[in-house]
């Protein structure tokens, strides 16, 4: 069955830092894979996504993600981190019968940026 | 702002209880889904429905169900409401859906329900 993992529930940056959430799935087919954020309160916005074009995808807000097969990974970076990033991120992957929208998630990583 | 709308936002209600959330997609856009956001679930696929008909199952319980009309909108419908219904429960909606995932996903607010 297709699965997400997101390694790290928590991650604490400082403000202009590094930020790097990591995200692994396994599927059986090549995946459609995509990285949400929620900021509080608020519904999922989409960041990025990876469609089997270009491995390297650029999101919103500074944010990429490198689609890497042979460690069925797909991280997702920014060179520096701002206050407004903090929040929860959500790695999914697309349902591998091709059929419908269905995505699945995982479980989550908070990002706390520290001033 | 997604444009996807979805009432009531908070929804306070007793176990065994029925309740009802609404959803409207954005203008245009044929598919709907359903998804639950709980703190030992995470957030799980629900249901799909694609121009009024259903088009994928997720882990949605025997006691809910949903439909779409036909202007679009949808309704998730939760009756012999338990304690670990509580949840937030997002609609989302895409122009099509058919298209393995490919489409962005735009979703609402949620609605938060507590069941008590």
């Known amino acids: 069955a297709q699965s997400v993992t997101q390694l790290g529930s928590h991650v604490s940056v400082s403000e202009g830092a590094l930020v790097l959430l990591r995200c692994n799935y396994s599927?059986?087919?090549?995946?459609?894979l995509f990285w949400y954020v929620q900021y509080p309160n608020q519904g999922l916005q989409l960041l990025l996504k990876?469609?089997?074009?270009?491995?390297l995808v650029k999101g919103i807000n500074g944010f990429e993600a490198e689609f890497k097969k042979s460690e069925t990974s797909f991280h997702l970076t920014k060179p520096s981190a701002h206050m407004s990033d903090a929040a929860e991120y959500f790695c999914a992957v697309s349902d591998e019968s091709g059929n419908t929208g269905k995505l699945i998630f995982g479980q989550g990583t908070t990002l706390q940026v520290k001033p | 702002d997604s444009g996807v709308t979805q009432t009531p936002k908070h929804l306070i209600t007793a176990t065994g209880q029925r309740v009802t959330l609404r959803c409207s997609p954005r203008?245009?856009?044929?598919?709907v889904y359903w998804y639950q956001q709980s703190l030992d679930q995470g957030l799980q696929f629900l249901i799909q429905?694609?121009?009024?008909?259903?088009?994928a199952k997720g882990n949605i319980l025997e006691r809910f169900s949903a439909q779409q009309f036909p202007d679009l909108h949808s309704e998730l419908n939760l009756s012999s409401l338990e304690l670990g219904d509580s949840a937030l429960y997002f609609c989302a909606s895409s122009v099509g859906g058919l298209a393995g995932g490919l489409e962005t996903q735009y979703f609402g607010p949620g609605t938060r329900l507590l069941v008590l």
């Open positions: 990876y469609t089997s074009a270009a491995t």
């Open positions: 203008s245009g856009d044929l598919s």
């Open positions: 429905y694609y121009n009024g008909e259903e088009r």
């Open positions: 599927s059986s087919v090549p995946p459609y």
